[in-house]
Nanobody, 121 residues
Framework: QVQLVESGGGLVQAGGSLRLSCAAS????????MGWYRQAPGKQREMVAV???????NYAISVKGRFTISRDNAKNTVYLQMNSLKPEDTAVYYC???????????????WGQGTQVTVSS
């Protein structure tokens, strides 16, 4: 029902910046929140940042002050501006969306395919 298309990943040197984008598309849905998660090899997936439709945000302690999540509700797009990148930020970054369907009760969580972010030292 909801499709998420991520972009912006790549290779960057430590101290550099990247901006990730995730656009949600589909029909008959309303998004409550969108977020970014990441997973490094051999590690569990962890929350990086989330933002609600009202603009409330939460960040992982490890990225607080360096990353900024934002959202364009009209375009159903979420962004993650990543500054002062560190090698430990290297991971596959996944976008997700918490949404409801106009014709069904409850909320659903959908994940994107992920985009690789590699930070070299």
């Amino acid at each position: 029902q909801v499709q998420l298309v991520e972009s912006g990943g790549g290779l960057v040197q430590a101290g550099g910046s990247l901006r990730l984008s995730c656009a949600a598309s589909g029909s008959s849905f309303s998004i409550s929140a969108m977020g970014w998660y990441r997973q490094a090899p051999g590690k569990q997936r962890e929350m990086v940042a989330v933002i609600t439709s009202g603009g409330s945000t939460n960040y992982a302690i490890s990225v607080k002050g360096r990353f900024t999540i934002s959202r364009d509700n009209a375009k159903n797009t979420v962004y993650l501006q990543m500054n002062s990148l560190k090698p430990e930020d290297t991971a596959v970054y996944y976008c997700n969306a918490l949404y409801s369907h106009y014709a069904r009760t409850g909320e659903y969580l959908h994940w994107g395919q992920g985009t690789q972010v590699t930070v070299s030292s």
